[in-house]
T-cell receptor
């Protein structure tokens, strides 16, 4: 089954404790992206990747890192999480850079930073 | 800049009622337009899309027509079911965004359908 898998689904942690949210897709998609979803602000892009070893900032990259060492994986790293990073996070992928390609989303990761 | 405006919710309907969720956009060029749905506790799923003016996207009884003259992409369904209860998001993909296939999102419209 074609899917985007995120882990963990839920995480409660404390300020400053490094964490990684994993994202993996099994569709051989070139393009991957991370969004955060906040009430009243909607979905905002954090980082994106056009292919292996090619990543770039989205609209709200501060406090986050990503890597794309393999085509299927695109982890989101919070080196020193802070409470303002409490949010619902979504990983997405699409076949290529064509703008009419739909994006496929994971089920989301709800992070609470205390 | 590019933006998407959706009607505010929540929208509450009885089963078999007609649904319209309004979506208008501001964009340079000719974006592709999408409706995504988020069921409780799940991720975002593509509902339908339209890639050029006058295209009609349809899926699961939902329809939306890309209206360039009114910059709109309203979502409609003739007869809603309880299982349609979810949050619906209108989004656009800017063809002029270079290599970034970022989606610009509306804030979502919550729909509750009562039996």
């Amino acid at each position: 089954e074609a899917q985007v898998t995120q882990n963990p689904r839920y995480l409660i942690t404390v300020t400053g404790k490094k964490l990684t949210v994993t994202c993996s897709q099994n569709m051989n998609h070139e393009y991957m992206s991370w969004y955060r979803q906040d009430p009243g602000l909607g979905l905002r892009q954090i980082y994106y990747s056009m292919n292996v070893e090619v990543t770039d900032k989205g609209d709200v990259p501060e406090g986050y890192k990503v890597s794309r060492k393999e085509k299927r994986n695109f982890p989101l790293i919070l080196e020193s999480p802070s409470p303002n990073q409490t949010s619902l996070y979504f990983c997405a992928s699409s076949k290529d850079r064509q703008e009419n390609q739909p994006q496929h989303f994971g089920d989301g990761t709800r992070l609470s930073i205390l | 800049g590019n933006s998407v405006t959706q009607m505010e919710g929540p929208v509450t309907l009885s089963e078999e009622a007609f649904l319209t969720i309004n979506c208008t956009y501001t964009a340079t060029g000719y974006p592709s337009l999408f409706w995504y749905v988020q069921y409780p506790g799940e991720g975002l799923q593509l509902l339908l899309k339209a890639t050029k003016a006058d295209d009609k996207g349809s899926n699961k009884g939902f329809e939306a027509t890309y209206r360039k003259e009114t910059t709109s992409f309203h979502l409609e369904k003739g007869s809603v079911q309880v299982s349609d209860s979810a949050v619906y998001f209108c989004a656009l993909s800017d063809p002029n965004a270079g290599n970034n296939r970022k989606l610009i999102w509306g804030l979502g419209t919550s729909l509750a359908v009562n039996p």
